[in-house]
């Protein structure tokens, strides 16, 4: 079993739909990241959390460390939302150890 | 602008000759780390770095080496460099581990 899990693995939406990104881990954290990796391969970093919630725009992230889960979800998706995102957790008492989700593959549709 | 840097972008070489790939960030980042990415396996850490001359093993540290002799860099070296090395690099830097910012990536072929 993989310490980092994600689903959907890939997901197609229409423009303007709400989208919800799982994650779920079977390790202690210290914190986890919310990654967006572009069609061109770039990578980008969304969010860190140890706890609660993070909003950043349209894009809102949640974790429930009791339940070793966190959602990312985007509001009125657009089609420039189109890429991959990646779960990510550093292992607690690590450091920075950082292991990661498989990805979710998004497209929007316009 | 802030940013990691990395070079080269593309890279194509032979079996054993060793090879370095150089990451440097203008941030006053204490936080330093390699990744490869790879079809069907996703993103794994090599190395990283909590700060000057301070390393740690990553998941897939094997056949490579890193240091940090000062904040700004962070150079991958692989000594002998094996086709099961071809693969897409990332370095990224991050202040105290709140968030990474990723070099544009390198990749390399061994054959």
């Known amino acids: 079993k993989n310490e980092v899990e994600q689903s959907p693995q890939n997901l197609t939406a229409q423009e303007g739909e709400f989208i919800t990104i799982n994650c779920s881990y079977s390790?202690?954290?210290?914190?986890l990241h919310w990654l967006q990796q572009h069609p061109g391969g770039g990578i980008v970093s969304l969010f860190m959390?140890?706890?609660g919630k993070k909003k950043h725009g349209r894009l809102i992230a949640t974790i429930n460390i009791q339940e070793k889960h966190s959602s990312l979800h985007i509001t009125a998706s657009h089609p420039r939302d189109s890429a991959v995102y990646i779960c990510?957790?550093?292992?607690?008492?690590?450091?920075?150890?950082?292991?990661f989700g498989p990805g979710t593959r998004l497209s929007v549709l316009p | 602008e802030a940013q990691v840097t990395q070079n080269p972008r593309y890279l194509i070489t032979v079996t054993g000759k060793k090879l370095t790939v150089t990451c440097s960030q203008n941030m006053n980042h204490e936080y330093m780390s390699w990744y490869r990415q790879d079809p069907g396996l996703g993103l794994r850490q090599i190395y990283y770095s909590m700060n000057v001359e301070v390393t740690d093993k990553g998941d897939v540290p094997e056949g490579y080496k890193v240091s940090r002799k000062e904040k700004r860099n962070f150079p991958l070296i692989l000594e002998s460099p094996s086709p099961n090395q071809t693969s897409l690099y990332f370095c990224a830097s991050s202040l105290s581990g709140f968030g990474y910012t990723f070099g544009s990536g390198t990749r390399l072929t061994v054959v």
């Open positions: 990510a957790v550093s292992r607690a008492n690590y450091g920075q150890n950082f292991v």
């Open positions: 390790v202690g954290i210290s914190a």
């Open positions: 959390l140890s706890s």
